[in-house]
């Protein structure tokens, strides 16, 4: 965790050169990108930021792919900050440590955007995959289930602005009209359930279904795991091919498909052993290859799970499984399993709403594509903080909040950054910070009712029922609709 070569003791020593000898003494005070680095530097290997030798970043730029990297994680946390606001970040840095510096124009978002555009995809993936790699390897095998991986699969939406570009790949709902709605990309993404990190993603359209969007995951499960989801990714063909990969599934059984209690072998109370059938009916998704390849049946095993907690809508759910081995895997146990598949529903709120993915920003697809990785990653560095509070004191993974994790580290970094002259000083505030992170949990408060509505009012505003050019609004609610062209909004 502690930080051997801070970030900004010197940002320059590492990026743009040593900084003056009589500013080494000096405490830097200023919210900058050095603080972010200070907590997170450590976690990436230097390598996957450093400067190409041909091509994109290859060049001797202010805002190289390690700077610009950090500027937008710092970005994603800072929810809402625009890009002029970490533009003068950096700024401020260059004026404070070069003087050099002074004198010259000021750095724009333009060119912030445009470094931004510049950092390549494929790096910002292994990143993310290097984040959930160090998170899995250091679950601990009390947080395993029954000894075996769990992996949380869901599917998500989130929308950008209403550009022609985002349109073509990201069309936005049907029930909205054209100049009205907004692009939606679907995110299909796979958790962890020991350590609650995000392992894979995959995007789409809404048109694509959350099933068909997870076989793109399929090369990141491992033999032995067992992948936990809704009624959604509940088929033959999915649990089929899962099972040939030597991949276990626990699903809600879906709303299309009956069974039968009085039908096959009793396992014990709500829980029998079936045999299912490959359907006649090729699904569109899977090709005639593939179709033929599935085995004519499988056996599996369907548990039923009453729901009687208070707030919970449904009062009986019904999983498939194909964990059949009533002994090893014992009923109860799994229907506590499923019941723990609500996590992934927080995963989500706290990349969308703590961390401001359910709206993007940017204009154009690609960056579209890599605002939403970045936002991922950040939310990978997050859980790697939580993760290392827990062991460190012994604090169930689970209990720890997101969002005070978050907030601690928005508040502590200054205060880590500025002791960036004193090693030790530093270290000690680290360990302090986590030790906060893990003095705070989140309360335990089983049965909790939770419904989804709103207290809140909005604001009494009409609708915009036509493009904004077009539209025109009444000058007051109970009157006729005003046709004064200064009541025209543009």
Known sequence: ???????????????????????????QQLRSLGEIYE?????????????????ANSRERLLTAKVTFWAF??????????CRDVVRKVEAWWRWSHKEREGRGALTASAYCQARARLDFQTLQMILKHLSWSLERRVLDAQLWLGRRVKIVDGTTFSMPDTAANQRCWPQPTSQKEGLGFPCMK???????????????????????????????????R??????????????????????????????????????????RRLGQDDRLITWTKPAQRAEAWTLQEWEALPERMELRVIRLQVSTPGFRTRSVTLVTTLTDAEAYPAEDIRALYAQRWAVELHFYQIKILLGLDVLRCQ??????????????????IRLLMQQASELHGMDLGRISFKGTLDTVRHFA?????????????????DQMLAIIASDPVPE??????????????????????????????????????????????
């Not at 230097?46 to 190409?52: C, F, H, Q, S, W």
């Not at 959604?232 to 039968?260: E, I, P, T």
């Not at 200054?414 to 680290?430: D, E, K, V, Y």
């Not at 609708?463 to 006729?480: A, D, E, G």
Request: hydrophobic fraction near 35%; charged fraction near 25%; glycine fraction near 8%.
């Open 223 to 264: 033999k032995g795991e067992i992948v936990l989801g809704d009624r959604a990714f509940c088929s033959y063909a999915l649990m089929a091919r899962l099972a040939d990969r030597g991949v276990d599934s626990v699903m809600r059984l879906h709303q299309a498909r009956k069974v039968s209690f009085r039908e096959g």
């Open 445 to 490: 408060r089983p049965g909790r009712s939770e419904p989804r509505a709103k207290k809140r009012r909005a604001k009494n505003y009409h609708l915009l029922t036509k493009p904004r050019r077009q539209m025109q609004v009444p000058s007051h609610r109970n009157r006729p609709r005003s046709i004064n062209p200064k009541c025209r909004l543009s």
């Open 39 to 55: 907590l997170f530097g450590e976690m990436l290997p230097e390598r996957l930021l450093g400067r190409n030798e041909r091509g």
């Open 73 to 82: 994680i710092s970005q994603v946390f800072d929810v809402g900050s625009s």
């Open 187 to 221: 995110m299909v993404g796979v958790f962890s359930l020991g350590s609650g990190g995000l392992e894979d993603y995959a995007t789409g359209t809404l048109h694509q279904h959350d099933s068909v969007l997870f076989r793109e995951l399929w090369s990141g499960l």
């Open 364 to 381: 154009s697809p690609e960056l579209v594509e890599k605002e939403a990785l970045v936002h991922l990653i950040a939310y990978n560095l």
């Open 1 to 27: 965790m502690p930080s051997r070569t801070p970030f900004f003791q010197a940002f320059g020593a590492l990026l743009f050169g040593r900084r003056p000898r009589k500013l080494a003494g000096k405490v």
């Open 414 to 430: 200054p205060t880590i950054h500025a002791a960036s002259g004193a090693p030790r000083r530093q270290q000690a505030l680290i």
